[in-house]
């Protein structure tokens, strides 16, 4: 009987040279798809912060629309057409640019079409895909996504910039950052543009290897679709024309032809995303002016006496948006960056130092004018970071505990603002509190026309009108109680505490926090008056976690007061 053959060496051999390099390929699978995982792992964290929370003050049977004073007038004028939810190009608000809103039209319509999301509210008491409500999360979670997807395009531009150890800190940095997390909330344009500066940067930091005609059209592209989401962010074009007038190769297009590239895509991006410009240009111009002079002027009593703005952007936006540890880490980044001057460095502090001049000189100081900034502020402190954890020693061990106590903090901070949206609001706690103490037939005042600031005693509160059409709305609605509101055009009007006193006074931070930082004299008689006669019952959401409440400065900027106001309830003794 014949035995089974063994295997010579030959045979061994060549069955080794086959198996081996199976085991490599699925060692370099397992290498590549361990940085997927991580991204991952880090894109869906980020996804998740600005998810929890998200349907905070969403419109219900209470108040039309949110307690976001932009949400009402984007979605009433970005994405309605006559009150009813069809794509159309041709919209009633050039405030902004239109990209923003033509991408939340297409995102409501495919809801409509699938019934995804089907919310109840004053507009549809059973639930519909095309309430306001349902348009309005659509909305935001269309913001979260573009908020979450911004963490991959930091990632990949830090690792084209700076290598793949400040990718990883980077991504994590962009995914907590406080401002980020917030507005990611948002159906606001500040985050979509975010993500258009950050698609710029990505495409400039393909230029500094290959400076292509393609590239350099890209990043003009990217910066033209920023501006056509929010104006402000064209200046994301001078990182790509800063790294078009640099890039110098053998095989790279001569200057002219790399900034004629560069300018070309933009122009051709910014004018089929924002197509209000050749369309319907005086609409345009008007509101697009409109801005021009806000910026300049002010809005009443917001940011009087607020000093130099780019002091206050440096000691109070910043210092919101980011925190004190993360403030303090971007510091010592950007004078490394600075100290460095590498062709990366170059381009992300031309754009950021031209915008933060754009946004200094400005009177209007809101904390989310300094958003688009977030990338270079989470690029920079990626690279900072990677460099001392490289050098190995004490100055790695350094960087590893500033990290622990950076990331710590920031998250810690970010977390804080999601737990608050996610828990009932003041200004409803405070409705809750007026309903079961007043009485039909008893009045209720108020220092100045009712908005996103007061409870929802009525639906018109929230409406996205004019103070004098809101205060008509009001007027000529049914209410259980009297509703002593100022004299058209006034505020803080003495005649709303005329005798007989009114049962109750309803003032909110949102309202008082200016008054009393300035001072300001036409109000100190109300408040006064108020001292004598009533007890005070405070409402407040501060930022809090665990049922912990975060500590919380004297003065918080009015567009940081959104989600965590203090309503003042004054009822007569």
């Known amino acids: 009987m014949a035995q089974p053959s063994q295997p010579d060496g030959r045979d061994q051999a060549e069955t080794g040279a086959v198996e081996q390099p199976d085991a490599r390929v699925a060692a370099v699978k397992r290498a590549r798809a361990a940085p997927i995982t991580a991204l991952a792992f880090i894109v869906l964290a980020a996804l998740g912060l600005r998810l929890w929370g998200i349907q905070w003050s969403l419109p219900n049977m209470d108040h039309l629309f949110s307690y976001h004073p932009d949400e009402g007038v984007n979605l009433a004028f970005g994405v309605l057409d006559r009150g009813e939810l069809r794509p159309h190009v041709s919209l009633g608000l050039y405030n902004y640019g239109t990209l923003f809103f033509y991408l939340w039209q297409v995102s409501a319509a495919i809801n409509r079409a699938y019934g995804m999301i089907s919310l109840a509210d004053l507009t549809s008491a059973s639930g519909s895909p095309t309430s306001i409500a349902s348009i309005l999360l659509v909305g935001r979670i269309l913001s979260a996504v573009l908020g979450a997807a911004t963490v991959v395009l930091v990632w990949a531009t830090a690792r084209r910039m700076y290598g793949a150890s400040s990718a990883w800190i980077a991504a994590f940095t962009a995914a907590i950052?406080?401002?980020?997390?917030?507005?990611?909330?948002?159906?606001?344009?500040?985050?979509?543009?975010?993500f258009f500066v950050c698609l710029c940067l990505y495409a400039c930091s393909r230029c500094l290897t290959?400076?292509?005609?393609?590239?350099?059209?890209?990043?003009?592209?990217?910066?033209?679709?920023?501006?056509?989401?929010?104006?402000?962010?064209a200046v994301v074009l001078v990182a790509a024309v800063?790294?078009?007038?640099?890039?110098?190769?053998?095989?790279?297009?001569?200057?002219?032809?790399?900034?004629?590239?560069?300018?070309a895509g933009c122009a051709l991006a910014f004018l089929v995303a924002c197509p209000a410009v050749w369309m319907e240009f005086g609409r345009f111009w008007k509101d697009f002016s409109f801005e021009i002079a806000k910026s300049r002027q002010g809005m009443g009593l917001l940011f009087v006496d607020t000093g130099n703005g780019?002091?206050?952007?440096?000691?109070?936006?910043?210092?919101?948006?980011?925190?004190?540890p993360l403030l303090l880490a971007a510091l010592v980044a950007g004078a490394r960056a600075v100290q460095r001057r590498s062709r990366a460095d170059v381009l992300l502090l031309a754009f950021g130092l031209v915008y933060f001049c754009v946004i200094g000189l400005a009177q209007v100081r809101f904390v989310r004018y300094v958003l688009p900034l977030m990338p270079v502020v989470a690029i920079l402190v990626g690279a900072l970071m990677a460099e001392w954890l490289a050098k190995g020693g004490r100055r790695a061990v350094c960087a590893a505990a500033t990290l622990g106590v950076v990331g710590f903090a920031t998250a810690l901070n970010s977390a804080?603002?999601?737990?608050?949206?996610?828990?009932?609001?003041?200004?409803?706690?405070?409705?809750?509190?007026?309903r079961e103490t007043a009485k039909p037939g008893?009045?209720?005042?108020?220092?100045?026309?009712?908005?996103?600031?007061?409870?929802?005693?009525?639906p018109e509160f929230t409406s996205p009108v004019s103070g004098d059409s809101r205060r008509n709305a009001i007027l000529a609605s049914t209410s259980p109680y009297v509703l002593r509101l100022p004299a058209k055009d006034t505020e803080w009007d003495m005649a709303v505490l005329a005798e007989p006193r009114p049962d109750y006074v309803v003032l909110s931070d949102l309202e008082t926090e200016d008054v009393l930082r300035i001072a300001w004299a036409p109000a100190r008689p109300f408040l006064d008056a108020l001292r004598v006669g009533y007890r005070e019952v405070r409402f407040r959401s501060s930022s809090?976690?665990?049922?912990?409440?975060?500590?919380r400065p004297g003065y918080v900027p009015n567009d940081w007061l959104y989600t965590m106001p203090a309503v003042s309830i004054y009822a007569r003794e």
């Open 177 to 194: 950052t406080p401002i980020a997390v917030m507005h990611g909330h948002f159906a606001t344009v500040d985050v979509s543009a975010t």
């Open 442 to 458: 008893q009045s209720i005042a108020f220092a100045t026309t009712p908005w996103y600031w007061s409870p929802p005693l009525l």
């Open 416 to 434: 804080g603002i999601c737990s608050t949206m996610a828990s009932v609001d003041a200004r409803d706690r405070a409705l809750v509190y007026l």
């Open 544 to 551: 809090s976690l665990f049922g912990f409440s975060l500590p």
């Open 210 to 233: 290959a400076p292509t005609a393609r590239n350099l059209m890209f990043a003009g592209a990217a910066a033209g679709l920023a501006a056509a989401t929010k104006y402000t962010c």
């Open 242 to 263: 800063a790294t078009a007038w640099t890039a110098e190769t053998p095989k790279t297009p001569a200057r002219p032809a790399r900034l004629a590239a560069c300018l």
């Open 310 to 324: 780019f002091v206050y952007h440096l000691a109070t936006s910043l210092r919101f948006a980011l925190g004190v």
